[in-house]
């Protein structure tokens, strides 16, 4: 099909695509209607090409850029209440700020399939910490379905949207930065022609959170659990290859699998190891984990981040008494990205097998050159007119500073967004990194415990997203501090989306221009 293109319905046909196109496309495929988001990386594409396909009107789909990420997951928390399939993405912090909100919807579950797409980024390549969210899926009661390839992306996306209608309960599309930035051929899928009407119909048992309801409804999303926990093992994201005699068995979830794999091939062990491939993390396919503890004497689970398969797997063992060595994090790194090189030397070492190269070589190589390259910090890009920002707030804070007194020096809290990178020289101009929207609340805790004069900052869609509050909570506390919006009139890091503050909404349509000195006045800056 010479005019392919990424939203042609043309189940079978291949096409090259950015893991986060992939996804986008899986969603598409299940009729995706509503889509919320705020820009993340490495989530962000995932909204921008669904924004595109609607304004160019190739899908009917309401796509919007929220304020934060809580705003764009209540908004999808509606379309589904309403029968419509819907789909909040961000990336892993921001399962944070729509935390509050995703406790009480573990309650509610779907009835419109609902998709949480939570984008992780192990190695930290652009976010303040790792973060594994299994655990708050856990905690809400939401199951995860985690890929190992962007085909299985792409595939998990469009099935996500039909386990949930099928089971009533949201459920998390769990990728990291290597799938969703990475690339590969993709089989595409047939489009969903069902458009569906929304409908809300008062149901206050179902939706009204007091506590007599939610005791009411919490034995119910129970129960839906136990329905995914029981299916969990015929799903087809759970396999196991079951090798005749053999003494060790893997355990692998997500991209980790394909790591598996790749390192059994480089080994030559394919034929001497069993695998049991994981696609739901949570819950975990019970009976497979223990086919595959009974058949072998040592078990090594292989996930980023954190051991939450591995403490499950565990539990399972004890609670069926049967006995096996498990390993997990004591042989497989639980801080920054997995490779193939790092499973291939925990199997080489279970193993006794000789790596077929020399990694102690290559490291040495790397180290000892390491040194004659220049030092190549991140930085403010040329021509930025934030530089010239951070200098005048440099030299006004230092002039104010020193006629406090010699040893006075002032503070800097600073906030997430591309301005942060003035903590480098030249400019040295960021003290303090938390999240977004914090560089207010620190410095009026600041204010009340120190003397020194005290500069602070943010970006202007972080201070839509989470800025507003502090500010107002500086201001009802009397904090003497300066706060500085560095206003880029878009969300500049993840690539210059639209905020309320642009009069432009993610699809291009033209919207009220909300003017961040307005606001401020309004709430008694002076």
């Known amino acids: 099909m010479s005019n392919l ?6 189940p079978g046909k291949r096409m090259f695509m950015l893991g986060n196109e992939a996804i986008a496309r899986g969603a598409i495929e299940a009729g995706v209607q509503f889509a919320a988001a705020y820009p993340g990386t490495p989530s962000t594409e995932v909204t921008e090409i669904l924004a ?6 190739n899908i009917d789909t309401y796509v919007e850029w929220s304020v934060n990420e809580k705003v764009a997951f209540e908004g999808a928390l509606a379309a589904s209440i309403c029968g419509i399939r819907s789909l909040a993405c961000m990336k892993h912090v921001g399962v944070n700020v729509a935390h509050d909100a995703i406790m009480t919807a573990g309650y509610i579950g ?5 998709v949480l797409l939570s984008a992780e980024d192990p190695g930290m390549w652009s976010s303040q910490n790792e973060q594994d969210n299994r655990y708050i899926a856990e905690q809400a009661y939401i199951p995860v379905l985690e890929p190992s390839s962007i085909q299985e992306a792409k595939d998990m996306m469009a099935d996500a949207f039909f386990l949930s209608e099928e089971f009533k309960q949201i459920f998390m599309l769990r990728t990291v930065t290597r799938i969703n930035h990475g690339r590969s051929d993709v089989i595409l899928g047939e489009i969903s022609k069902e458009k569906r009407q929304a409908v809300f119909e008062k149901n206050r048992g179902w939706l009204n959170y007091t506590p007599a309801e939610a005791r009411q409804n919490k034995p119910k999303m129970q129960a839906r659990l136990a329905r995914i926990k029981a299916a969990a093992d015929n799903l087809p994201y759970n396999q196991i290859d079951l090798i005749e005699d053999a003494k060790l068995g893997i355990i692998a979830c997500g991209l980790s699998y394909s790591y598996t794999m790749e390192a059994l091939n480089w080994l030559g062990l394919t ?3 069993s695998v049991l491939k994981i696609g739901t993390p949570y819950p975990l396919p019970e009976g497979l984990v223990k086919d595959m503890l009974k058949s072998v004497e040592t078990v090594l689970v292989v996930e980023e981040l954190e051991p939450f398969v591995e403490n499950h ?3 399972i063992a004890g609670g069926a008494n049967i006995m096996v060595t498990i390993h997990g994090k004591d042989m497989v790194s639980r801080n920054g990205e997995l490779s193939t090189r790092k499973v291939s030397e925990a199997i080489a070492k279970l193993t006794g097998t000789v790596l077929p190269v020399d990694f ?28 010239a920002s951070h200098y005048a ?13 010699k040893d006075m020096v002032p503070v800097y809290p600073g906030d997430i967004g591309c301005y942060n990178l003035a903590y480098n020289p030249p400019q040295e101009a960021v003290d303090t990194t938390i999240c977004m929207g914090a560089s207010f609340g620190v410095a009026n805790g600041l204010s009340h415990i120190i003397d020194n004069p005290i500069v602070t900052h943010m970006g202007d869609s972080t201070f839509f997203h989470s800025g507003i509050a502090g500010m107002v909570n500086a201001v009802y506390n009397k904090a003497n501090i300066t706060m500085v919006i560095m206003d880029n009139s878009a969300t500049a890091m993840t690539g210059f989306q639209p905020h309320p503050g642009t009069g432009e909404t993610a699809t291009g349509e033209e919207s009220p221009k909300i003017k961040i000195e307005d606001v401020a006045r309004a709430c008694g800056v002076q």
């Open 52 to 57: 595109e396909q609607a304004k160019e009107k």
């Open 5 to 10: 293109s990424f939203s042609s319905d043309a």
């Open 393 to 405: 707030i440099n030299i006004a804070a230092k002039k104010v500073a020193k006629e406090m007194g």
């Open 110 to 114: 779907a009835k419109g399939g609902f």
């Open 360 to 387: 102690e070589k290559i490291d040495k190589l790397s180290n000892d050159t390491a040194p004659l390259l220049p030092w190549r910090p991140p930085a403010l890009c040329s021509g930025c007119p934030h530089r």
């Open 313 to 315: 797997v565990k539990a």
């Open 271 to 273: 034929d001497d190891v």
